[in-house]
């Protein structure tokens, strides 16, 4: 079952622009997790914020939770041709289980 | 740097056939995972394990078993190979420690087409 929704599905934006995706879920989680995938390999974690804090950075990557509309958003700054990639948000609710979203295929053109 | 290897990165194979998909991760992680991956439907868990020889279904088990003989390593099995099958096979491993540092690293897939 998904549990994460991720929104917009692509997004196509030029270099040095910022890029927006948004994460949403449906029950209370311990944590969310966002994942990037460059074409045709493995997923590659990127960072985790846990439920009891509301952002968090790192490096050009900025991740906000807001636990009452069970909505999280990942922001890119300052795109590159390299950020080209899907990415996923993935919930963990209890145990070590994940469940992933259907991700946004993000395209940066230079 | 944890490594997480997959046996193959593309397989074909016969509609019947049994399939092994082998996976090893190198960093003494409890927990593995199998995913498939399609589009439009993102990842979805088949099988995992928290323990050696200790395996839970997933959201998607029909039609795979699994194995875990050693700690590190865990195998995918198609026992007869379908079509819809056809699928990127996505395996994971993470620590079981206390807390909620649950972050997953993944192989780099296996593309298996049946025919």
């Known amino acids: 079952s998904q549990q994460g929704e991720e929104d917009p599905q692509a997004l196509s934006i030029q270099e040095g622009e910022n890029a927006t995706m948004n994460c949403s879920y449906k029950?209370?989680?311990?944590?969310l997790q966002w994942y990037r995938q460059n074409s045709g390999r493995g997923l590659v974690h990127l960072i985790l914020?846990?439920?009891?804090?509301r952002e968090k950075h790192s490096g050009r990557l900025r991740v906000t939770l807001d636990t009452s509309k069970k909505s999280s958003s990942l922001l890119i700054t300052a795109s590159r041709a390299a950020d080209t990639a899907s990415y996923f948000c993935?919930?963990?609710?209890?145990?070590?289980?994940?469940?992933f979203g259907a991700g946004t295929i993000l395209r940066v053109k230079s | 740097d944890v490594k997480v290897t997959q046996s193959s990165r593309y397989l074909v194979k016969r509609t019947g056939e049994k399939v092994f998909l082998e996976c090893v991760q190198d960093?003494?992680?409890?927990?593995m995972f199998w995913y498939r991956q399609d589009p439009g439907l993102g990842l979805r868990l088949i099988y995992f394990?928290?323990?050696?020889?200790?395996?839970e279904k997933g959201d998607i088990p029909e039609g795979y078993s699994v194995s875990r003989e050693k700690k590190e390593r865990f195998s995918l099995i198609l026992e007869s190979a379908s079509t819809n099958q056809t699928s990127m096979y996505l395996c994971?491993?993470?620590?079981?420690?206390?807390?909620?540092?649950?972050?997953?690293?993944f192989g780099p897939g296996t593309r298996l087409t049946v025919l």
């Open positions: 994971a491993s993470s620590f079981s420690g206390l807390g909620d540092t649950d972050t997953q690293y």
């Open positions: 029950t209370s989680i311990n944590n």
């Open positions: 993935a919930t963990s609710q209890y145990g070590n289980k994940l469940v």
């Open positions: 914020i846990r439920s009891n804090e």
């Open positions: 960093m003494d992680h409890e927990n």
């Open positions: 394990s928290y323990d050696v020889k200790m395996k």
